[in-house]
Structures are given as structure tokens and as C-alpha cells.
């Protein structure tokens, strides 16, 4: 384990000595995450959606690409972390769906390879395939105060978008990049909920294993730095 730990740090380093270095910052509507659910050590009725309806965020991405002569087609490594808020969830369960407002987020970061193809225009296409994980929350404090936390330890993201230089000068260029982005996860959480009764105030708390998707479509801005340009 150690030796790939020190084989990965060497790699990363090496990188960030000798790569062209793209840094990106977009603003992204998340139009659905859905989780689906299966409650632990229930037998009945243990299965269940949460659908987030939409969510607002950032991301930022760090690209280090390989090599020192330009090409039309460059690679190398890629990492990103993003996070989003929203405010309502639709929760259904024993084929009932109830929506909740609230307050939660979703958080997310990975790393994977990176390409991106570049045409006469300046064009770039750019395609990321990520391994990370998302971290997502919600709580509501009506009636019943409800908490729900879900861990997506192996979370896959797919990023796929174009940039669009409009500034090229030597040793730097600034354009602008949008695109969409699809996760697929999975992992675990817990369901909490305290409420009221004439006794005292109740807790309960269940977990769950889980399986996780949503549909993300970004725009922002993207700036290369290096010796390496767009302008071929």
C-alpha cells in the first residue's frame, strides 16, 4: 500500500513540475439527484426514494496535462470538487411521495484522467471520467425534525463539455467552458427523526445502503497557463 501511495504522489508531483495547467470555475444547475434505498434489518416496506428536484453550486477543476509540445490532442490528470445547496426533497416511500422542505447539500471530489482535443476555431473538447465521492444532507424541522445523511463511497463522474478560447497570448489564455456532467454512486446513510409525544421526545435512527445518480449542466470560466497554447 505504500509503495502505491509513493507511486501516486511521484506521478502527481511530476505533473505539477512539467504540465500545461487548465483551471476551471463553473456555476452548475443540478436537475435531479434521485437515491435510491434499502433499509438495513427491515423486512417489510424497507425501500425508498429521495429525489432532490434541483440544486444550485460550483464547481472548480484543476487539469494537468502531460507533455511540453502542443498537440491537438493533450492528456493528463484531473481533479474536481464541487458543492450544492437545495431546499425541498420528494421522499417516497411505501408507494407514497410526500415533499419536504428543508435545508441540505450535496459535496463532491475526485480525480481521474483528462483529455481534451483541440480544433482550428479554438475549440477544445473536454472529456473527464472521475472516481470520487459525494457526501449528501438534508434536514427539515417541521412536525417531525428529520435528518438525512447519505455517503457515496465510490461516486463516478463523467464530465463532458467544450471551452471556448477567446483570449490566446503567450503563456496564457482565457475562455469560456460549459457542458454537463453525470454521476453514478454508491454507499450508505443514516434516516433520523425526533418528534414529540406525550411521554417525552422520541429519537429513532435507521441506516441504509444506497445507490445515487443525478444530471449536472455547468458554465463557467476556463484559464490555461503554460508555454503550451491554443493557438496552433
Known sequence: MKKILLAVGLMFA?????????LDENLYGNLG???????YDVTDDNEGTLTAPFAFGS???????F???AGKFDAGL???VNMDFFSKTEAKFSGITNTVTGSGFNLGAGIGPVFRITFANPFSLYIRPALGFNLYYFEADNETKQKFTEFDLFNINLNIGGR???LNVDGFHLGIDY????????????ARSTYKTTYGTNEESQG???GAADFKIYAGLCLNFGDRGFDR
Open 179 to 190: 457542458g454537463f456532467m453525470v454521476d453514478l454512486g454508491a454507499g450508505f446513510g443514516t
Open 164 to 166: 471556448s478560447w477567446i
Open 208 to 210: 441504509f445502503g444506497a
Open 33 to 39: 439527484k434521485t437515491i435510491a434505498y434499502k433499509m
Open 59 to 65: 464547481e472548480t477543476d484543476a487539469n494537468f496535462y
Open 14 to 22: 511530476s505533473v505539477c513540475a512539467f504540465a500545461n495547467i487548465e
Open 78 to 80: 484531473g481533479i474536481y
Open 67 to 69: 507533455g511540453s509540445g
